[in-house]
């Protein structure tokens, strides 16, 4: 029973460089959540979908963030000409069967921005 | 996160009890639920109150009043292990949208 996978933990980019972050959920998790965790801070939300469905990207803080989940399973999260400011945790969760269910996190993808 | 409140940090001895507070908006209220988080891992759950009082789990009980907007999360025989950031989360909204709090860091010393 494998938990929340997400890949690479770690990711040196340019300022100006695309990074593509991946999230395998627990098999079978309708749910899926993507936030973004600063160094000393609780995570902040950036995205949900339930199934393939983005129902709230409210947490996106611009339009150089985009997340998909195309088959309902594995979620990516794409950051366009990244900036230093981008430089944080990045932490992907699942839960079963709702968004209020219970979240199980996922190592996170340490994003360095240079 | 927006308006949920706890401690920056906690110390306490190992084999002591440690009361963690968190405060948060009533408003749309789904649940309040409590993570685990060691340094440079991923939040591990611990427990959630849907409705008021006491749920205990092991050496781990949480507390929650929702008139008041607060609850807390109680470890009993603290281990060195514990030593970790304890976050607090309030599930909100039509699809139950989780705000967590900044965290609290606890350090136990022998």
């Known amino acids: 029973g494998a938990g929340v996978s997400q890949s690479p933990r770690y990711k040196v980019a340019k300022r100006g460089q695309d990074v593509a972050l991946r999230c395998d959920p627990i098999?079978?998790?309708?749910?899926l959540f993507w936030y973004q965790q600063a160094l000393g801070q609780g995570p902040e939300f950036l995205t949900y979908?339930?199934?393939?469905?983005?129902?709230?990207k409210s947490g996106l803080p611009s339009d150089r963030f985009f997340a998909e989940r195309p088959e309902g399973s594995v979620s990516t999260l794409k950051i366009q000409r990244t900036q230093q400011e981008d430089s944080a945790v990045y932490l992907c969760?699942?839960?079963?069967?709702?968004?209020?269910?219970?979240?199980?996190f996922g190592p996170g993808t340490r994003l360095t921005v240079l | 996160g927006q308006n949920i409140d706890q401690p920056t940090e906690m110390t306490a001895t190992e084999g002591a009890i440690v009361q963690i507070n968190c405060t948060y908006q009533?408003?749309?209220?789904?649940?309040l639920f409590w993570y685990q988080q060691h340094a440079g891992e991923a939040p591990t759950f611990l427990s959630y109150?849907?409705?008021?009082g006491l749920e205990e789990k092991g050496r781990f009980s949480s507390f929650l009043s929702r008139s008041k907007g607060y609850s807390y999360l109680l470890l009993k025989e603290l281990q060195m292990k514990d030593s970790a950031s304890y976050l607090c989360?309030?599930?909100?909204?039509?699809?139950?949208?989780?705000?967590f709090g900044a965290g609290t860091q606890v350090v136990v010393t022998p």
């Open positions: 969760a699942s839960s079963g069967t709702s968004g209020r269910d219970t979240q199980y």
């Open positions: 098999s079978g998790h309708v749910s």
């Open positions: 979908f339930q199934n393939e469905a983005q129902l709230d």
């Open positions: 009533t408003s749309g209220f789904n649940g």
């Open positions: 109150n849907v409705l008021d």
């Open positions: 989360a309030h599930s909100s909204g039509s699809w139950g949208k989780f705000q």
